[in-house]
Nanobody, 122 residues
Framework: VQLQAFGGGLVQAGDSLRLSCVAS????????LGWFRQAPGKEREYVAA?????GTWYADSVSGRFAISRDNTKMWLQMQSLKSEDTAVYYC???????????????????WGQGTQVTVSS
């Protein structure tokens, strides 16, 4: 499966933004999905995960502000109350193992989208 992420942009602190990830050359059926992000000079970090059956998990830093959802060909990340520290390139991910994503083991993730920049100005 190929993934394409889009929806990033420049917003003010406190604003909301919705990221999308679309499957091409296949579907998301059979995959756990997630979002990671990478800020300049930092390692890629786990943000949120969603299982094949819709169970969700979040990094502590975004819990209560972000919401992940999915269907068979699309995935979304609804981000609210954005902070300057949310500034990063956001990547969507698909893997056969939910634990790979929830553990934040980005080196083991099977499929990546190309990334979309989110910039939050304070």
């Amino acid at each position: 499966v190929q993934l394409q992420a889009f929806g990033g942009g420049l917003v003010q602190a406190g604003d909301s933004l919705r990221l999308s990830c679309v499957a091409s050359e296949g579907t998301f059926a059979g995959y756990a999905l997630g979002w990671f992000r990478q800020a300049p000079g930092k390692e890629r970090e786990y943000v949120a995960a969603i299982s094949r059956t819709g169970g969700t998990w979040y990094a502590d830093s975004v819990s209560g502000r972000f919401a992940i959802s999915r269907d068979n060909t699309k995935m979304w990340l609804q981000m609210q109350s954005l902070k300057s520290e949310d500034t990063a390139v956001y990547y969507c991910a698909a893997d056969g193992s939910l634990s790979t994503i929830v553990r934040g083991d980005y080196a083991a993730v099977d499929h990546w989208g190309q990334g979309t920049q989110v910039t939050v100005s304070s």
